[in-house]
């Protein structure tokens, strides 16, 4: 039996082979450092917890819910939007939930592509950026990920050279895996360009709430006055109130996309469980304490892995958000490319990251580091890294330098 057409289209899951090798040695009984996935540890609020437990089981909430969430939901979101960023939304027709914002891209995609249109998304990027348009028949021409002016020309050649027109552009900023964070003014050019060239611009906000200069909050795209002609935005409560598990994101901006995209979710499913969304509105209209300890705990960790890292021999660019570091792979070993050096690195130290290939071509240089443990296991990590860079060359004599992944 030949593979289904859509399946061919996907490429083999990076992340899957190092997966493997950490479960094979924690069966052996090593003790493995993962800074592989970015799995939040945290908790989730202890009243978003209570929230949760006081509606389940009460009448009716065991029903099927709402597609688009309750309406108690996208009220909040959209008080959240106008609190966080000043930009007023309709909780009816400009706010949409989603199950997680990965569901949201992914069903986004299939809501507004058809077979072999092109769409612009950066390189590297978070897997569903390209790969939702993907399987949704599209085709994915790579742009530039680091939102710099240098970016725009690259955009412009894109377009230009890309048979038939695109009809998307994405971005991500906080950046999943870079890290890079965009400016309002870097925001005003890219949303002047959707519009010049008649592009739908998605764009994935999900790591709004995680950064470490309390004077600089990432900003939305839809900050810019206009944005909202062209644009939707993707964010989740994962990452801000440790809800990764709970499955509970939003799509919010242009009324006819949102409209789109809640037809096909009708079509698809029914909405999260009701009261995890009741929680979840607990979550946005609730006390902010939480995600200031939550953005408190990932600083003090990044300060970890950016001293400790240093002192074994590694030395990381220091992320100004996200939950992630994009580190260069040591010179010695960058001809091994990302996959290959990160097995390497699982094997001689006990420490699990991600290869920067999962991310895109352009990322095979790089591995991405996840804030997911705490500072103590941090600096372990730091100290098996060390020993394993201070027996390299005693040990790896016989490695071969293989072929990079591709």
């Known amino acids: 039996m030949t593979d289904f057409h859509r399946i061919k289209r996907l490429p083999p899951y990076v992340f899957e082979q190092v997966n493997r090798i950490k479960a094979a040695a924690r069966a052996r009984g090593a003790d493995i450092i993962d800074l592989g996935m970015g799995n939040p540890d945290l908790d989730a609020p202890r009243h978003v917890i209570e929230k949760l437990v006081e509606t389940a089981g009460k009448p009716r909430t065991d029903r099927y819910s709402a597609s688009k969430g309750i309406a108690g939901l996208r009220r909040a979101q959209a008080g959240y939007y106008q609190r966080r960023f000043g930009v007023s939304l309709n909780p009816d027709t400009q706010v949409v939930a989603t199950l997680g914002s990965k569901e949201g891209f992914a069903n986004m995609a299939q809501a507004i592509t058809a077979p072999g249109d092109v769409v612009l998304v950066p390189n590297p990027s978070y897997p569903i950026h390209a ?51 965009a400016s309002l003014d870097f925001y005003r050019d890219l949303v002047a360009f959707a519009k010049k060239h008649e592009l739908i611009l998605l764009s994935d906000l999900a790591y709004a709430e995680v950064y470490f200069d309390e004077n600089n909050p990432p900003p939305s795209v839809l900050q810019v006055p206009g944005a909202i002609d062209c644009t939707v935005e993707f964010t989740s409560l994962s990452k801000t109130f440790s809800m990764a598990g709970w499955r509970m994101g939003f799509a919010v901006g242009n009324e006819r996309l949102l409209a789109a995209l809640t037809r096909v979710k009708s079509y698809l499913d029914y909405g999260a469980f009701t009261p995890i969304q009741v929680a979840a509105t607990a979550a946005l209209n609730g006390p902010d304490d939480c ?9 003090k960790r990044r300060d970890a892995l950016i001293e400790s890292f240093g002192k074994a021999g590694w030395k990381l660019p220091t992320p100004e958000a996200s939950m992630f570091a994009w580190v260069p792979i040591p010179e010695k070993f960058r001809e091994l490319g990302s996959l290959e050096f990160s097995k390497l690195l699982l094997e001689k130290s006990d420490v699990a990251v991600a290869p920067g290939i999962g991310f895109g071509e352009h990322g095979d240089d790089y591995v991405r580091i996840a804030l997911v443990e705490n500072e103590q296991r941090i600096r372990q990590a730091a100290r098996n890294v060390r020993r394993f ?16 992944a591709v």
């Open 389 to 404: 860079f201070d027996n390299a060359d005693r040990t790896l004599h016989n490695v071969v330098p293989m072929q990079k």
């Open 291 to 299: 995600i200031k300890e939550m953005r408190a705990t990932y600083k």
């Open 131 to 181: 790969f939702g348009f993907l399987m949704a028949g599209g085709v994915i021409r790579s742009v530039p990920a680091e939102p710099t002016p240098a970016m725009f020309p690259a955009l412009e050649k894109a377009v230009v050279h890309s048979i038939p027109k695109p009809v998307a552009l994405v971005v991500c900023y906080p950046s999943n895996p870079t890290a890079y964070v």
